[in-house]
């Protein structure tokens, strides 16, 4: 009988704090792009140094990086990347996420022990292909969003343990199959699929017919984003090895927040506890646009759809990141948003089992008392209404 592991939690990082954080808030591995190479151009992403840095804080703490290189290379992209490749395994991580042939090749090439993950990118959604790349010396297939429960359940039975299997639990869904789009290249001559999408499904467009007739000024094309965190008992049973978060384009709030609650979620699959209210509550309050189960229960409807998308009010509440202490009760925070000493505030800390509950008393900017901090961005000092044990990038959110 296989003994099955502890599944994984995978985070994004956009960038070298968002890094640290997602593992502060429980994440065993996370994945993030150098700049080259990588799908997501316009997050901040990781110099060689931020990968050299990032490497040690997770290894400390015997966590898991993946570098993404999950380009699909133009001829003149090609020659620079062994240099590349090379400068950026001296961090040492610990898996490279690749979907080109020649990336693939050339990894196993200068590093022949290479963890090797297969990206969405691939849309690889049967156990064949994935036994294809097993055969290849891959060690894990991400699997294409496309997949549904039945047929996921079906791939894991059928690659038998040989490869790992690792699929999306949360954030956004490409309507194109795995991203494999165009429009951003036809529409503003930026490629997806070499990190440029400009994502043009959501633009509001005006949909005619032939005649001119007007149907709508506000269509788009875009799909609901993917939260399956009524799910994770079913996708552990399975066998799924990792579970993904979506989302290096996020603030440091929503990856706090949704890592802690999928961490918690995790958690109590394992113990046994159900009581999972409170963390199914937070991920919804943090979203900033519909959810769905995305493909989970098969081929999606005009339901899973944003064809005529009405704005997600968001809640505007994520209201500082702790920066340093001062003493028992004062804090050093830069703010998010607006502040006032009337506020009620929650503290999202991995110090803490739970979301702690509490008031500012005072509020100084440059030395000088304040009941209000209208501009984010500002480095203030708070003096909370009772002693509480904070560390760096512990959350402030108003409630």
Not at 294 to 312: C, F, S, T, V
Request: hydrophobic share 40%; charged share 25%; glycine share 6%.
């Amino acid at each position: 009988m296989k003994v099955k592991n502890k599944v994984e939690l995978l985070a994004p990082a956009g960038d070298l704090n968002r890094g640290k954080i997602a593992f502060d808030f429980g994440a065993d591995a996370i994945y993030f792009g150098g700049q080259a190479y990588s799908l997501r151009a316009r997050a901040s992403n990781f110099t060689l140094e931020n990968i050299h840095e990032i490497s040690e804080y997770a290894h400390y703490r015997n966590r898991k990086i993946y570098l993404v290189i999950n380009v699909l290379n133009q001829n003149g992209m090609l020659g620079g990347f062994e240099e590349y490749f090379k400068k950026a395994l001296e961090a040492k991580p610990d898996a490279f996420i690749v979907s080109d042939p020649y990336i693939i090749k050339k990894v196993k090439e200068i590093y022949p022990e290479a963890q090797i993950h297969i990206s969405t990118q691939q849309s690889i959604s049967n156990y064949k292909a994935s036994l294809f790349f097993a055969r290849n010396g891959c060690s894990r297939i991400i699997l294409s969003r496309e997949v549904n429960f039945n047929e996921l359940k079906g791939l894991i039975e059928g690659v038998d343990g040989k490869i790992e299997i690792e699929t999306f639990i949360h954030g956004a869904v490409c309507i194109a199959y795995s991203g494999r789009c165009m429009l951003s290249s036809n529409f503003c001559l930026r490629d997806a699929n070499i990190g440029g999408c400009a994502q043009c499904c959501r633009w509001e467009m005006k949909l005619s017919d032939e005649s001119g007739k007007v149907y709508s000024n506000n269509f788009t094309m875009s799909a609901k984003d993917m939260c399956l965190a009524t799910k994770i008992d079913e996708l552990i049973n399975v066998g799924v090895s990792s579970f993904k978060i979506e989302g290096r384009m996020k603030n440091e709030h929503y990856i706090a927040t949704v890592v802690n609650d999928y961490r918690n979620l995790i958690e109590n699959h394992y113990s046994g506890n159900k009581d999972n209210t409170q963390y199914l509550e937070d991920i919804a309050n943090v979203a900033n646009r519909e959810t769905d189960l995305a493909w989970y229960d098969g081929q999606p409807g005009i339901d899973k759809m944003l064809y005529h998308e009405i704005p997600k009010q968001v809640k505007q509440n994520y209201a500082f990141i702790v920066t340093k202490k001062i003493n028992n009760n004062t804090y050093e925070v830069i703010t998010k948003n607006k502040i006032q000493t009337t506020d009620n505030f929650q503290i999202l800390s991995p110090l803490h089992s739970n979301i702690l509950n509490i008031n500012i008393s005072k509020m100084f900017v440059d030395g000088v008392e304040t009941n209000v901090v209208s501009a984010p961005a500002s480095t203030i000092i708070v003096e909370f209404a009772k002693d509480i044990e904070l560390q760096k990038n512990d959350i402030g959110r108003i409630i």
